[in-house]
């Protein structure tokens, strides 16, 4: 058995007696590796006897060759078919046995599997994870009935969804290159194309433990916890290490608009993307961008004071930002009009709001009270130790160490104002831009009656 | 803080093998402040955080007469709108700067507020609390904001499925009772609320009598009672009865169709519930987890996702209200398959009357429903809730260490007498198909709506 704990862990270790001092942690979070390559994690909790764990795969749909696209979220629903130690829903069962909850889910750049259990379970869950990591079976009759599964997930996601349908066809105008443009699931004909093989293939590839990280967090230890991970996952040969390929974006030149007319829809709006970097950029950017966000949104936020309570023009206003991707993000902002205004005249006032910000600047009374808001939530973070495991999980899945997952309120007290300035002025380019309008369809039927008069209505 | 209850033998022997499941009693102290709220509270030393969970009894929107429908949302909306002194942006500027969340909730039976803030901000945040409680300012600018934001909102809603389908199968059920009224309202009736009408909603509702408390923090007791009193010090005493009735839902085997063309429809399907007070619930709640209420361990799942992949999700709940209660069953599936999706839910559901359930699902439900309470009490503010939801359900302290008897009281005879009462309406009933209602919205194809039964 060999471990090598990472330097981290040993600063963790050491730890207490800094307390106070100026590099104050976020939350704890302790680090292995096994021999295999498997990360471990464990972030305490003890308040209840209970742990989550989750197993991360460095693989999503941004992963995808262009000949297998869905293959990665296909994958993840077999993994619930069972194993040729497990059979069936097995995994499934037992857990629900405990009162378990348990799922899995997709992202561009990750593939993540999690349970939360009794402590008393925590063997029982890591032994079944460690076996689905390398001895999955998949049979035609499971592949095909599960097609069926992800295509009715599909029409529920999108295709009955206008809002769905409008943020796909938004994503996909955002990139020239990167596969960050391309839906998670799939479109239907390349659901309908995928096969067992395809499956079989992603499931070689990616999933060896040399490509995970396993986040237990809840009331345990490491030292309870890497016995227990040796024992199973250790089993687990290490595989050959997967290449992630990005494609990189290329200089955007040109502003894009997109018009999306259905008949669901009543209340216009308009969307705008940036392309903006993630928190992988390093540089704090991440974390002015954050601040932006935060002083343009919520009700005292500028939009909003601005363009609804004091120009009247907008219901609603705000902006966004996710940093927690590997590769180029998007800062976003928007609007929806108040009844009887123009929609064009909401998205002039908006763009008159980022023109004064670029021109002025943010204050230092916006920053300071956007930074306290954000720095008290990091502490309200820690009521929710799920949480916290997701964002061990997932940034270092996405490239970034433990010390910049948990150091997160140093960096955002060392942003200034000049920083905020200066990432306003990066992203706020509309060549980098697509604007997207979700409008009503121009002979949208009227509104059904509340109550229908006959039991068949027909609008 | 919580601690581990060693788990009753019985399960041991349910699930040989595997270790025992978590039961988990939760360390709950109860003190009457000094102006004698009840206040139930965990103490939690290992966060800086207080989170407090107060909700007003009779004071939901089944309260509100029908030409004033959409009151209690219009009311929950505008009340971080200023209070006191401070009018719209200097209150949500104090929000900001205190970083305290403060959410309130308009349900059918109860309105609900919700409080999270750091212990360092405590009396400061109460305060605030309480002054958006009993000093809400509904100036004309914030409440035609809000009611335009609120138009807004229902308009969409208007046109969406989802909620389409959803008023329709509460009309359905509840065609006579408050419970079948949209609780954001229609415009008509919220185009006519007036600044007098909240008002009025805030005096006969927030008040002492009808208030119930839970809270989660790291300071003594006595200390959460005096923020309490701080918070709800101003509020009257006493409220307005509005005697909401007791309702069954209306229960005539009708299938209703909703025409929309969209690719995929949802198939909503009504029946009787079991209320908490009822002594069967324990038993409902076995029953509803074995059909298709433990979504991955239920026969539904087996049935319609996993043997024919019909639909990405299927669900059922015994859903309880203060004074009524129903059995729900949902499912969204392409158009040519919902007829199909419809045909195995019924026929599981003649099943589980006709048969009942095997002792391996009554154990497989026991242990799950018992395990996956435990589990849910995992933050905070969680915690809060549900101090405040055993006291409204009229349990005692000591319910979660006693959940785990009520159980293993349950025998394979209850199941199938409760579900006599679930799906035909009464343990007595002579035996036969399932009564249920359908309401189904989309383009679905082979599927015939019954005569309207007029109204």
Redesign the interface.
Known sequence: MILRPLRVACVLLALPALAGAAAAQDFQVKTAVLANGLYVAVVED?????VTQMVYYRAGSADELPNQRGVAHFLEHMMFQGTSTTPG?EF???????????NATTTADTTTYYQ??????LE?VMRLEADRMHNLTITDKEF??????????R??RY??EPGGLFAEQFSAAMYLNHPYGNPVIGYMHEIEALTRQDALDWYKKWYVPNNATLVIAGDTTLAEVLPLAQKYYGAVPRGAEPTRFRPKEPPHLAERRLFFYD?????PSMSRNYLAPSQTARDGTAQALTILATLLS???GRFY?EL??KQGIA??AGAGYSGGLMNETTFSVSI?P??GIDIDVAEKALDAEIDKLLRDGVTADEVE?AK??IL??L??A?????GLARRVGNGLSIGLTVDEVTHLSDIYKSVTVAQVNAAARLVFDKRRSVTGFMLPAPAAPA??A?????????? | MMRALVAAAAFLVAVAVLPAPLAQAMDIQRMTSPLGVDIWYVREPSLPIIAANIIFQDAGASTVPVEKLGLGYLVQVTLDEGAGDLKSYEFQRRLDELSLTMDFDVGVDTFGATLRTLTGKRDEAFKLFGLALSKPRFDDDAIERMRAAILAEVAQRLVDPDDIINRAFVANLFPTHGYGRPLRGVPETIEGLTRADLADFVKTRFTRDKLVVGAVGDVPIEEIARLIDLAVGDLPATGTAFNVPEVRPAIGGDITVIRKEIPQSTVLIGGYGIKRDDPDYYTASVLNAVLGGASFISRLWDAVREERGLAYSVQTSNAVLQHGAYFLAYVATNNDKVGESIEVIRNEIDRLLRDGITQAELDAARTYLIGSFALSLDTNARIARTLVSIQVSNLPMDYMEHRVDYYNAITLEDVRRVARRVFLGDANAPMGPAKLNTVVIGNPVNITATPAKGG
């Open positions: 003890h308040r209840a006897p209970v829903q499934r069962n037992t857990i629900a046995r405990y009162g378990g909850r348990e939360t259990v009794g402590k008393e379970a029982l095909n009935s599960e097609k069926e599964v992800i295509k009715e997930e029409r529920n295709e009955n008949a669901r829809v009543r209340q919520g009700s005292t004071q609804s309570i219901q609603g929806s108040r009844r009270l306290s808001g008290d939530g502490i309200f820690r009521d929710n130790v799920m509104a059904p509340l109550r229908p008069a006959a039991a068949e209505v027909r609008p």
